[in-house]
T-cell receptor
Framework: DTGVSQDPRHKITKRGQNVTFRCDPI?????LYWYRQTLGQGPEFLTY????????KSRLLSDRFSAERPKGSFSTLEIQRTEQGDSAMYLC??????????????FGQGTRLTVV | AQSVAQPEDQVNVAEGNPLTVKCTYS??????LFWYVQYPNRGLQFLLK??????LVKGSYGFEAEFNKSQTSFHLKKPSALVSDSALYFC?????????????FGKGTKLSVIP
């Protein structure tokens, strides 16, 4: 499968614990995005990378959240001191560099986080 | 703030009938608009997008969408619905000034196609 892959698919954690998710984009894609989707809502943009540089962060990305893409390939999203409100589906997407007119963003299946 | 509205939480349509899933947007200038579909346990899949040009955009799986600037709408349509079209549909618009896929999504509309 050459699509965007995310690991794990599901994560249950206790409140206060730290969690880390991984995203492997489509191999030739320079841009990588993180979104969060809560139940009954559409995805919300969190952050994006071009290669290893984090170029944009939403105000939704609190200090407890950190994302990295150290070698410009896979990315990790870490949530520290998880809260119940962090329970959501975390989606990763990737695209080529270029204008929106001539590129597409491809989404992974997501990591579903449940904080108990 | 920029927003996308999908006024219907659920749309039911009989197989073979035409379907419409509604979307309205709010952005000044020329919007970039998208439709995505989400099947259970699968990621969002791109259907179509409007950037500029013809107001009628054709996309994947026989779907099309009509951009209407005066009504700030971008409704998704299909002439003949299939049971396999049953899924969650999201309308989205690009954040103003964004050079990449920073999208604002609507809440989604669940489409059920009844055999």
């Amino acid at each position: 499968d050459t699509g965007v892959s995310q690991d794990p698919r599901h994560k249950i954690t206790k409140r206060g614990q730290n969690v880390t998710f991984r995203c492997d984009p489509i191999s030739e894609h320079n841009r990588l995005y993180w979104y969060r989707q809560t139940l009954g809502q559409g995805p919300e943009f969190l952050t994006y990378f071009q290669n290893e540089a984090q170029l944009e962060k939403s105000r939704l990305l609190s200090d407890r959240f950190s994302a990295e893409r150290p070698k410009g390939s896979f990315s990790t999203l870490e949530i520290q001191r998880t809260e119940q409100g962090d329970s959501a589906m975390y989606l990763c997407a990737s695209s080529l560099t270029g204008t929106v007119k001539n590129t597409e963003a491809f989404f992974g299946q997501g990591t579903r986080l449940t904080v108990v | 703030a920029q927003s996308v509205a999908q006024p219907e939480d659920q749309v039911n349509v009989a197989e073979g009938n035409p379907l419409t899933v509604k979307c309205t947007y709010s952005v000044s200038g020329n919007p970039y608009l998208f439709w995505y579909v989400q099947y259970p346990n699968r990621g969002l899949q791109f259907l179509l997008k409007y950037i500029t040009g013809d107001n009628l955009v054709k996309g994947s799986y026989g779907f099309e969408a009509e951009f209407n600037k005066s009504q700030t709408s971008f409704h998704l349509k299909k002439p003949s619905a299939l049971v396999s079209d049953s899924a969650l549909y999201f309308c989205a618009q690009l954040e103003s000034g964004a050079g990449s896929y920073q999208l604002t999504f609507g809440k989604g509309t669940k489409l059920s196609v009844i055999p």
